[in-house]
């Protein structure tokens, strides 16, 4: 499914989550000003109300600035079917649906991506597809892939049989016909071998500090609008006598 169609979604779920709140919120205020003048009822019935439908247009505003960060920065928005995460040297990391299988290309190969899509041919020397296994050391990716033969052989979850490493500032690539043989390989360039799963290197990689710092950013707010209504509205309760 595409973002747009996704984010459309949520939408559809967030305001079958909203729109009961309203009402609900605004019978609250009416229950907590029950007793007070109709000036007082009214204010407390109106912030109830507007309340839930802030919070919904607060949380959309924070989903279209995390997506904004993810591709300012190079990764996915956080919806839809892609992944995408940056690599040294103008490389990409990039799934489709799932991040058990990955591809590696440079974004500026145009016969790599057009943009929209990834192309990667089976004799791209500097692009892989289908990998299951990487590290990234500094300029070197370390990592293993299913064969296009292999990837047609067998349904289900694929066993790597194709290990490379590359250089993605000079493109030295060095292929190996096993781990130990890659562990080999590294090791003559000074890399320790420590390869993850394609979804554990999503998942280490995708959220850094400037995530951290904007989602601490997006948190304060609401927390602090809370208090500042519940002293306006214990302020309009205690002098509406």
């Known amino acids: 499914m595409g973002i747009g169609f996704v984010f459309l979604i949520y939408l ?3 305001a079958l989550v909203v729109l009961p709140s309203i009402f609900i919120c605004a ?16 204010a407390f019935i109106i912030a109830g109300g507007l309340l839930p439908l802030a919070g919904g247009v607060y949380l959309v505003v924070c989903i279209i600035i995390m997506a904004m960060v993810g591709l300012a920065t190079g990764r996915d928005v956080g919806f839809g079917d892609g992944f995408d995460l940056p690599l040294d040297n103008h490389y990409h990391w990039s799934a489709i649906d799932d ?9 500026r190969d145009k016969s790599a991506s057009d943009g929209d899509s990834i192309h990667i041919e ?25 064969s296009e033969d292999e990837s047609k052989r067998l349904p289900g979850k694929k066993v790597p049989d194709c290990w490379f490493l590359f250089n993605t500032r000079t493109h030295q690539r060095l292929d190996a016909k096993s781990e130990d043989d890659l562990r080999a390989d590294a090791a003559q360039q000074g890399i320790q071998l420590h390869m993850q799963s394609s979804d554990n290197f999503y998942s280490s990689h995708r959220f850094g500090w400037k995530d951290v710092v904007v989602v601490l950013m997006l948190l304060l707010p609401p927390p602090v609008g809370l208090f500042l209504l519940w002293k306006a509205a214990r302020r309009a309760l205690q002098t509406d006598l």
Do not use: H
């Open 122 to 146: 089976s004799d791209d020397r500097d692009a892989f597809d289908n990998v299951v296994e990487l590290q990234e050391e500094g300029d070197w990716l370390a990592g293993a892939y299913v």
């Open 12 to 14: 559809v779920l967030l």
């Open 27 to 42: 019978g609250l205020g009416y229950w907590f000003a029950r007793r007070k003048s109709w000036r007082i009822k009214r």
């Open 99 to 107: 991040t058990d299988f990955a591809m590696i290309y440079d974004v």
